[in-house]
């Protein structure tokens, strides 16, 4: 072996005949400006002494690119998005590769995901490690596969499939990479240089040359059934992505990979890549993706090491309790669930059950999965089962009598150093801990429901947690596939302390003359799947209500209270459960009707309320409704509930729906600026002062030019 070139981000070290070109560029290879940069010069320069020696080299024959570590290359950089580019931009890299005179070899082993694949794309031949995830998913950032992927790919897999990749984001295993005709070939060997020099030696022996996928045509050969293919996913992006930009844009640029020559293809792509760059949306889902890998990061946690958990008990055999089985049975821990009686513990494990027949029944997991996870359940009617649980999560329903009764048990049973966690909505979880003789191993773990579905969990940190605790329940969530946010303790800690504020917001607009249906319709238009009171019907009128009466008895008399859920609530229309909530929906339809009755029932309110109706844009009720929603949000950062503003964008996108494209109500804020949400706030405040009144951490940034980034950079 000898060394050809060594360079920092990727380095070159011929193999007898085989150069070897290693991306290494820790933790991931990302794409970054410097990796391209060795990349480029590496290449270059063996396609110089190819030329220099008009082919008849007979040190170096082939090459192969590889990476260091555990992935091939994750992807471009994404902190460079935005900045000045530096050269060589990765579309030229591609071409280089692609336009080399001797065979290249593309080894893909761990990550081969955006920029990476879109690198393996321009090599001559794929051959991928077991355990290779190969895809495309710029979509999930504003924007398109910008160094060739849109016009490659096609013409390796076809439009239909290449359209796919790109407009789910989804990853391919190496098999599915395989039967896609990404890949060629499936390595036997572990090692990823072993498997690329092996592969680069037998194309040598069978004297095989470059063939550029460029060239490649057979995928895209029926030209009608392609454009068809095309025609179809507009369609459908056209009614399932409204408002979002790149999902059409990547269609358009796979357009121009059937109807262009290559090399204006290559044109178009860049083009609309730019545009993609250049729209607001990428912005937002960058500032989301990065949101989310911050919440981890909590201060004073640095030094904690996370208890271990082995064995994990849940009390609550309800739809709550048996989503969050589910979610741990997924993560591989064994569960003991306890409920109060024989009939209730068998619902409980029937509600399990059911999650894992329907994922059978779709072919998401075999028979043999769904029986290992229902292996490692088991279930009980005393407390006593849980005395070896690890972590115990109560999830009884949502009345503090009964969450202190579970905790006097727990505290009764539980064994030394276990964690004990309440999955609290709204209740002081300070006052739950109170009534354990070990205040400082309990905290709040707010699962979302479908609980093994929703991505957020709420870690709420009580005034005695531990940090050890603290640092178990975020551990626990990483074992979960869950994206956790540390909260503080208070009346529906950081989400649904905002959500109730903006939902006010929308009672207050619907009383003084907008229609329910109006205001899910602005909401709608904005980029929320569904609106507050499409929302309401889903979870459940009857869960608000009881909350509204348990709040009753504090109620702030200078607070306007619009009564009109509790008009609903009185006839039992509780949503979609019910048959009817704002909604009518007959004969169990999921999706809701216009209810003319309600209509009646808030012109009722009106009159008793004394408010003359008046008409609302769109506008006015997103502005409203956002104006409410942000300030609160700013309150909820004041007071230290949360740490930093991107972990409540974090939580309002991952667990309220909110756009992700707006990356979070604080980063669309400061998006549209912040002296201009304080205007508002004073505007409606004139009406209604007590509601309206500004955050004064609003007003301290409006009046110094800054924004809610900043204390992002300074958390």
């Not at 920092?8 to 560029?25: F, M, S």
């Not at 957020?456 to 005034?463: Q, T």
């Not at 947690?465 to 946010?485: C, M, N």
């Not at 009109?564 to 019910?578: N, P, V």
Request: charged residues 25%; proline residues 6%; neutral net charge.
């Amino acid at each position: 072996m000898t060394d050809r070139a060594s360079t920092g981000a990727a380095r070159a070290r011929r193999y007898e005949d085989v150069l070897v070109v290693t991306i290494d560029h820790p933790p991931v290879n990302a794409l970054s400006a410097a990796v391209r940069a060795d990349l480029a010069a590496a290449v270059r320069a063996d396609l110089a002494a190819a030329v220099r020696d008009a082919q008849a080299d007979p040190q170096v024959r082939a090459i192969v690119l590889a990476g260091a570590g555990r992935n091939f290359i994750a992807g471009a950089d994404i902190r460079e998005f935005g900045k000045p580019p530096q050269p060589p931009a990765l579309p030229d890299v591609c071409n280089q590769i692609e336009a080399s005179a001797k065979p290249v070899v593309a080894v893909l082993h761990g990550a081969a995901l955006g920029g990476g694949l879109e690198v393996a794309l321009a090599a001559h031949y794929r051959v991928a490690l077991p355990g290779a995830r190969l895809g495309l998913p710029e979509v999930t950032l504003g924007l398109l596969p910008g160094a060739g992927g849109t016009q490659r790919a096609p013409r390796l897999m076809g439009a239909q499939a290449a359209l796919d990749l790109m407009l789910s984001g989804k990853h391919l295993s190496a098999d599915e990479a395989l039967k896609a005709g990404l890949v060629d070939a499936l390595a036997g060997e572990s090692d990823a240089l072993d498997a690329g020099l092996a592969y680069a030696r037998q194309l040598l022996a069978g004297r095989a040359g470059p063939r550029r996928t460029r060239d490649a045509g057979a995928a895209l050969a029926d030209r009608p059934a392609a454009l068809a293919a095309v025609d179809a996913a507009a369609d459908r992006v056209a009614k399932t992505a409204r408002g979002l930009f790149s999902p059409a844009r990547i269609v358009e640029a796979v357009r121009a990979a059937i109807e262009l020559p290559f090399d204006e293809g290559l044109r178009a792509e860049r083009a609309l890549f730019l545009q993609c760059l250049d729209s607001p949306q990428r912005a937002g889902l960058v500032h989301a993706f990065f949101a989310e890998r911050e919440t981890s990061k909590i201060p004073g946690l640095e030094q904690a090491r996370p208890r271990r958990v082995e064995r994990v008990g849940i009390v609550g055999g309800g739809t709550m309790g048996a989503g969050i089985a589910v979610s741990v049975l997924d993560a591989g821990l064994p569960v003991v669930m306890v409920e109060q009686d024989e009939a209730a513990l068998e619902r409980g494990r029937a509600r399990v059950a059911q999650v894992y027949d329907l994922l059978a029944g779709k072919g998401r997991i075999s028979a043999d999965e769904r029986a290992a996870r229902l292996a490692r359940f088991t279930g009980a009617t005393g407390y006593d089962a849980l005395a070896d649980a690890d972590l115990i999560v109560e999830a009884v329903y949502e009345d503090m009598d009964a969450k202190l009764a579970v905790f006097a048990q727990l505290d009764r049973v539980a064994k030394p150093g276990a964690v004990l966690a309440t999955n609290t909505s709204y209740l002081d979880v300070d006052r739950i801990a109170a009534a354990t003789r070990g205040p400082a191993d309990v905290l709040g773990l707010h699962f979302f429901s479908p609980a093994n579905v929703m991505k957020l969990l709420e870690v709420v940190v009580g005034s005695h947690t531990a940090p050890d605790t603290a640092a178990t329940g975020f551990e626990f969530a990483r074992r979960l596939r869950k994206i956790p946010v540390r909260a503080g303790v208070c009346d529906g800690f950081i989400g649904n302390r905002i959500l109730a504020t903006y939902r006010q917001a929308a009672d207050m607009m619907m009383e003084d003359g907008a229609s329910p249906y109006d205001i899910d319709a602005a909401v709608r238009a904005f980029g929320y799947p569904m609106g507050p009171y499409q929302m309401m019907d889903l979870a459940g009128g009857d869960i608000g209500w009881a909350t509204r009466k348990r709040r009753a008895p504090t109620r702030d008399p200078a607070l306007r209270y619009v009564q009109i859920a509790d008009r609903l609530c009185e006839r039992g229309w509780f949503g979609q459960k019910t048959g009817r909530g704002y909604y009518l929906y007959p004969d169990g339809a999921r999706q809701g009707q216009q209810d003319p009755e309600v209509l009646a029932i808030v012109d009722a309110e009106r009159a008793r309320a004394g408010v003359s109706p008046r008409a609302f844009t769109q506008e006015e009720i997103q502005r409203r409704y956002l104006a409410a929603m942000i300030n609160e949000a700013a309150n909820v950062l004041r007071e230290g509930i949360a740490l930093r503003p991107s972990d409540i964008d974090v939580v309002a996108v991952s667990g309220y729906g909110f756009p992700r494209h707006r990356g979070g109500p604080l980063h669309y804020a400061d998006s549209v600026g912040l002296p201009g949400i304080l205007a508002d706030l004073r505007e409606y405040a004139k009406e209604d002062p007590a509601f309206w009144s500004p955050s004064p951490l609003l007003v301290e940034l409006a009046d110094a030019g800054r924004d809610f980034a900043s204390l992002n950079r300074a958390a």
